[in-house]
């Protein structure tokens, strides 16, 4: 599985609504698909994983969609946190693991 | 849950590291832990999987050989060995709690860096 993410870099102003994409080369299980923020120096942190749930502590402006080859992260109202670099992630077989290639999220 | 990783490595090329992650704040053999590497502006490259309760291993292809990922229960640490580096292996390398079955990696550790250089 190859996963390609877009934009690569995406420029939002606070308060609004970030969609960023996830796509596969073939069809996945959004059961099967996560997603990370990193942060500049430090390590990453586990967003949305399984079928689109959050993690602990994640707010609910965090949202995981998608199926088939095409998923998205979607942010609704931006925080000033929130600008970061974003992973999704697939859980399947040789390899175990796959990352896609990142979206930074910057402050326009 | 914490997992606290060892410091700054330096190594020249053809050497080997190992990196440690102790781990606290659960039952360690209650789930496998991933190692991550990420190299200087690049994004994450996973590298591995360990079972802690049955030290079972699966590897990334392109690390096959290389790489080899082990447990001390009675330390709860978990250990990433990479031998032969050369200087496209400098990266931060992070060991994560693998919760498997597309759940995610709740816990990282804080990551090694480790450079190579002559």
């Known amino acids: 599985i190859v996963l390609t993410q877009s934009p690569r870099t995406l420029s939002l102003s606070p308060g609004e609504r970030a969609i960023l994409s996830c796509r596969a080369n073939q069809s996945i299980s959004i059961s099967h698909l996560a997603w990370y923020q990193q942060n500049p120096g430090q390590s990453p942190r586990l967003l949305i994983y399984?079928?689109?749930r959050r993690a602990t502590g994640i707010p609910d402006r965090f949202s995981g969609s998608g199926s088939g080859t095409d998923f998205t992260l979607s942010i609704s109202r931006l925080e000033p946190e929130d600008f970061a670099v974003y992973y999704c992630?697939?859980?399947?077989?040789?390899?175990?693991?796959?990352f896609g290639q990142g979206t930074k999220l910057e402050i326009k | 849950v914490q997992l606290v990783q060892s410091g700054v490595e330096v190594r020249k090329p053809g050497a080997s590291v190992k990196v440690s992650c102790k781990v606290s704040?659960?039952?360690?053999?209650?789930?496998?832990f991933s190692w991550v590497r990420q190299a200087p502006g690049q994004g994450l490259e996973w590298m591995g999987w360990?079972?802690?309760?049955?030290?079972?291993?699966e590897y990334s292809e392109k690390f096959q050989g290389r790489v080899t990922l082990t447990t001390d229960t009675s330390t709860s640490t978990v250990y990433m060995e990479l031998r032969s580096l050369r200087s496209d292996d400098t990266a931060v390398y992070y060991c994560?709690?693998?919760?498997?079955w597309g759940l995610g990696f709740d816990h990282w550790g804080q990551g090694n860096l480790v450079t190579v250089s002559s």
């Open positions: 360990i079972s802690a309760y049955t030290g079972d291993t």
């Open positions: 399984g079928d689109s």
């Open positions: 992630q697939h859980y399947g077989t040789s390899p175990r693991y796959t």
């Open positions: 704040g659960y039952t360690f053999t209650s789930y496998g």
């Open positions: 994560a709690r693998d919760l498997g």
